[in-house]
């Protein structure tokens, strides 16, 4: 299986959602952003690459949610609670919105079924201790 990464980027007490543009089938729909884990490459190292060309910024990976969820046959995701400097403002490359949720807000999003599962723990972890 091919390992995919997530990101969750925390900020204070709210964590980025983005909105898919492609491909058809789940644009539209919102995600944790992120992507294949390159040969050679650590999952982390995935997550700070992706993020970097994703959103354009720099973050670091401060931990994991826990489980992972398999995306077909092929591929399995994991995603890592990241936190990025409060001054950055991510700047989507392939996504046509993004949006800071708080807990309360993670309904308000149509999520792609991979990512739901980690919405339960992410939701107690921000209204917990606002990580960040």
Not at 18 to 43: L, N
Not at 94 to 118: K, M, S
Not at 125 to 132: F, K, Q
Request: aromatic share 4%; glycine share 10%; with cysteine.
């Amino acid at each position: 299986m091919t390992a995919v990464v997530g990101a969750a980027i925390v900020r204070g007490r709210r964590v980025l959602a983005a909105r898919r543009t492609t491909p058809p089938e789940t644009a539209g729909r919102w995600e944790f952003p992120g992507g294949k884990v390159e040969a050679g490459e650590s999952p982390e190292a995935a997550v700070v690459r992706e993020i970097r060309e994703e959103l354009g910024c720099a973050v670091a990976v401060t931990g994991w949610l826990p489980g992972e969820v398999a995306i077909g046959e092929r591929h399995v995701l994991r995603v890592a609670l990241v936190s990025t400097a409060a001054d950055v403002d991510p700047d989507p490359v392939e996504h046509d919105e993004i949006r800071w949720l708080a807990a309360g807000e993670l309904e308000t999003v149509d999520w792609l079924e991979p990512d739901r599962p980690f919405l339960p723990h992410l939701r107690a972890l921000l209204a917990a201790d606002g990580r960040g």
